[in-house]
């Protein structure tokens, strides 16, 4: 399997959406069965044996004993682009058709990116023993016709002793230096909350201003200090939703991101002290869930950048600003992951995608790595 139909493969899958004209696959959604035919019969014809687990994981296992695991997820955020995650499900079956090589599981994580219930990583964390156990995420897992008691299941065979991971940048660093693959050394660290921003709704056409207890404007005098301390809110919700209607309630996500987990940890704790501050001047309340708190992680370098040298590739080490699997997996077994340039520097957005010729280079690594890997 050539670089042209690991591509190809990424375009077949962006077709299985939960929306029509764009692509959008949140956790357990309705087109994840198709994935998982897809993904199912191109493992199957790459000779491995598949298996499905409870969380919606698709494996697919080569040969017996100490082994290798690759992969990236299925998911997507809305109106994505068609590469995030699934190009590197795609490299991992490219790479199992390939010369016989150590024992490989090929996996593709049902859940990376938070988008259904406000927290990522569902598939990966299943994957380590540490499972996402919300009401709301097993009942899903239910509807979909999984059993929330065989996700114990999911855990990673003693036998896993690695994990590698091809993903696109997603940012421009590669495009801007030339280069079309990077070795990532390190995985910034994320904190995201749910906060809400509770006032009291009204007449918008007959409240004085003073008068008023607007959540939404609250929240928006606090998205300002977000985007100051350099994080994101990148989703609110207005109650009850009426243009003449003062909103209630304003519901909003946060996500905060840095390298280093003090300092991610101060910008949290600004951020959190400015909405209470912004609540109580204001006469609103305000309450917030945490969702996520995943440490920055360093990832094993070593072994990827000679196989990058190997393949005759220049070698170029870089911090990820984006979340991916591998951080979780990093918790049990040594991670390594490749970055393939994002041309543009597009990512989370339809137009994302990625060279023919970095997939070449990265099947060529891949080749490499696999030649020289050995189970510690
Ligand atoms: C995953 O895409 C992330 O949010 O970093
Ligand atoms: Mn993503
Ligand atoms: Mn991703």
Not at 144 to 152: E, L, M, T
């Amino acid at each position: 399997m050539d670089a042209h139909e690991v591509i190809r493969r990424c375009r077949r899958l962006a077709e299985c959406t939960e929306e029509p004209g764009h692509i959008t696959r949140t956790f357990l959604s309705p087109p994840m069965r198709e994935v998982h035919a897809l993904v199912g019969g191109w493992m199957r014809d790459a000779g491995l044996q598949v298996r499905v687990d409870a969380v919606g994981n698709i494996r697919g296992a080569r040969g017996e004993g100490p082994r290798l695991m690759i992969g990236s997820h299925l998911d997507t955020v809305p109106h994505a682009g068609g590469f995030d995650g699934v190009l590197g499900v795609m490299m991992g079956v490219a790479l199992c058709g390939g010369p016989p090589g150590p024992p490989l599981d090929v996996i593709g994580f049902s859940e990376e990116e938070g988008v259904r219930f406000g927290t990522p990583f569902i598939g990966s964390r299943a994957v380590i023993g540490d499972p996402v156990t919300d009401a709301a995420v097993l009942d899903a897992i239910r509807e979909f016709g999984f059993d929330p008691a065989a996700i114990p299941r999911a855990e990673l065979s003693r036998e896993v002793c690695g994990f590698l991971e091809f993903h696109i940048e997603q940012g421009p660093v590669l495009e801007s230096l030339g280069l079309p693959l990077g070795v990532v050394e390190s995985i910034a660290g994320q904190s995201r909350f749910e906060v809400c921003f509770t006032g009291k709704a009204n007449h918008a056409g007959t409240t004085p201003m003073h008068l008023r207890h607007d959540a939404l404007a609250g929240a928006a005098e606090w998205i300002g200090l977000v985007e100051r301390e350099g994080a994101t809110v990148g989703c609110i919700a207005a109650e009850p939703g009426a243009s003449n209607v003062i909103a209630g309630a304003a519901r909003a996500s946060l996500d905060v991101r840095h390298a280093r987990d003090g300092e991610r940890r101060r910008i949290v704790e600004c951020i959190l002290h400015g909405a209470r501050e912004i609540a109580l001047r204001r006469g609103l309340t305000v309450e917030w869930e945490q969702r996520l708190d995943q440490p920055a992680v360093a990832m094993e370098c070593g072994a990827l950048e000679r196989a990058v040298e190997a393949a005759g590739y220049p070698v170029h080490r870089m911090v990820s600003g984006a979340g991916h699997d591998a951080m979780i997996l990093a918790r049990k077994v040594p991670a390594a992951m490749l970055f393939l340039r994002s041309p543009g520097g597009i990512s989370h957005h339809p137009d994302e995608t990625v060279l023919a010729e970095d997939v070449v280079a990265a099947l060529a690594v891949g080749a490499k790595y696999l030649e020289s890997w050995r189970p510690e």
